[in-house]
């Protein structure tokens, strides 16, 4: 297969952002799994090599920073398709649907952005969440404030300190948080943004672009995805 001309050095270099389970983390091994890890292994494994994982801030992947500069091959991060990006990047086909949930400790609900007045609310830096917050703070005159933080360890982590009062991220996100801290917090309320994920190459390889769209279409039509999809994101 001609396809190791289509990545540099022998290797599908992947960027991503950890945490950002069940799509990316770490195993007990140290090892980076989840739900984008198994998919782009197909795509390696199509193009008879092998994946190696580079992490990295998100703000350079969606930036298109890092594959411009040849850091990696791939982008797969969990990552919004969104028109902004698009024209820094080019997106494959998309891979999941997701949508932003507010979380709070168990006890400490909150249904509305409105009952946040006056309290702080956690959010990723460089995420969709974060856009969709700062608009409805915009938008609707909020007197929450809105407080970054550098990956979703930090987001949790303040989450469970009582740093915030409540955090926004995506809900397949919080739902593995969920499973992994059974009783410690809820999803309390859902924001139906209607996101696609797509991985993501430097804007222009279209060579590449077409073998991760392809290994993905193949995977959906002979079951591959579906294993994959229960194994990391459940029925
Ligand atoms: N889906 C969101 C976005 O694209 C969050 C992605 C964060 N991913 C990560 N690996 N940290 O903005």
Same mark, same amino acid.
């Given at each position: ?7 540099? !050095?022998?290797?599908?270099?992947? +960027? ?8 990316? !983390?770490? *195993?007990? !091994? ?5 739900? &984008?890890?198994?998919?782009? &292994? ?29 850091? +990696? &091959?791939?982008? @797969? ?15 494959? &086909?998309?891979?999941? *649907? @997701? ?25 990723? =830096? ?10 409805? $703070? ?28 409540? @955090? ?14 059974? =009783?410690?917090? $809820? ?10 994920? =797509?991985? @993501? ?20 039509? *002979? ?13």
């Amino acid at each position: 297969e001609s396809g190791v001309a289509l990545v540099k !050095s022998g290797v599908l270099t992947t +960027c991503t952002h950890l945490p950002y389970a069940p799509f990316q !983390s770490k *195993d007990d !091994s140290g090892k980076v799994v989840g739900f &984008d890890v198994a998919l782009i &292994d197909l795509v390696a494994a199509k193009l008879s090599v092998k994946q190696e994982i580079v992490d990295t801030p998100f703000e350079g992947i969606k930036s298109g920073a890092d594959l411009n500069s040849g850091k +990696c &091959d791939v982008a @797969a991060a969990g990552m919004t398709i969104t028109d902004e990006r698009k024209k820094v990047i080019d997106f494959s &086909d998309p891979y999941f *649907d @997701a949508t932003q949930a507010l979380a709070t400790q168990t006890g400490k609900e909150v249904k509305t952005l409105e009952e946040l007045a006056g309290k702080r609310l956690g959010v990723q =830096g460089g995420t969709t969440g974060e856009e969709y917050i700062n608009a409805q $703070v915009k938008q609707k005159g909020l007197k929450v404030e809105v407080v970054s933080y550098r990956d979703l360890a930090a987001l949790q982590q303040a989450l469970a300190t009582n740093q915030v009062a409540a @955090a926004v991220n995506d809900l397949p996100v919080w739902n593995e948080y969920i499973k992994a801290n059974p =009783g410690k917090a $809820v999803v309390a309320a859902g924001f139906d943004t209607g996101e696609q994920y =797509g991985f @993501a190459v430097k804007k222009g390889n279209t060579e590449l672009l077409k073998s991760v769209n392809e290994a993905l279409a193949s995977a959906r039509s *002979d079951g591959t995805y579906d294993k994959i999809y229960k194994e990391w994101i459940g029925e």
